[in-house]
């Protein structure tokens, strides 16, 4: 299969030299259902079950998901799947081969960080509805190297003494903000 080509639906297993991969697809990219063309990146992702529930926050909001390998556990999981549920069919989910794979692929947009290192508070942040909001490694976040690389480095306020927030309810709190915005909301529930 050739980069850029779609699989079939459903989870697939493996890259080998495929630089990107569709996963799954239900939509091509220009038809976002709020015009709004955000995305969401997981750099090498550790637990499957965060995996799933950011497909499925993906699948909810129209949000397509990159997947920058390796990851901590196969595509196919079957905790992934019991997250995913039925949502895997609502789901535009890209697997990349590497972080350079990846970049080729998605830049010039923006790469905005969500790190307990950030540097801007998220609300304080204007948003573009073409960023793309990267997700750092549940175990490690990211090296220093994709630190360096992002365009923005976004925190989250916490109360005193906490460490972090689960990676998926961070990206669920960051693209709410952006989507509201961005005004990707308006009309949604009329």
Sequence with gaps: MAAGNPAPVGLAVGIGKVKCLKILTIAPPTDHRYGFDMRIAMFQPDIPQNAGAVFRLGACLNIPVDIIEPCG??????????????????????????????????????????????TDTYTDFKYLDTDILLLGRESAGVPASVHAEANARLSIPMARGARSLNVVTAAAIVVGEAMRQTGAFDGVFA
């Excluded at 905790?79 to 998605?106: F, N, P």
Aim: no cysteine; hydrophobic share 45%; net charge positive.
């Design 73 to 118: 556990f196969l595509l196919d999981d079957r905790r992934l799947k019991r997250v995913l549920m039925d949502y895997g069919a609502h789901a535009d989910i890209d697997r990349h081969a590497s972080w350079e794979a990846w970049k080729t692929a998605r830049l010039p947009s923006r790469v905005l960080l969500l790190t307990t290192q950030g």
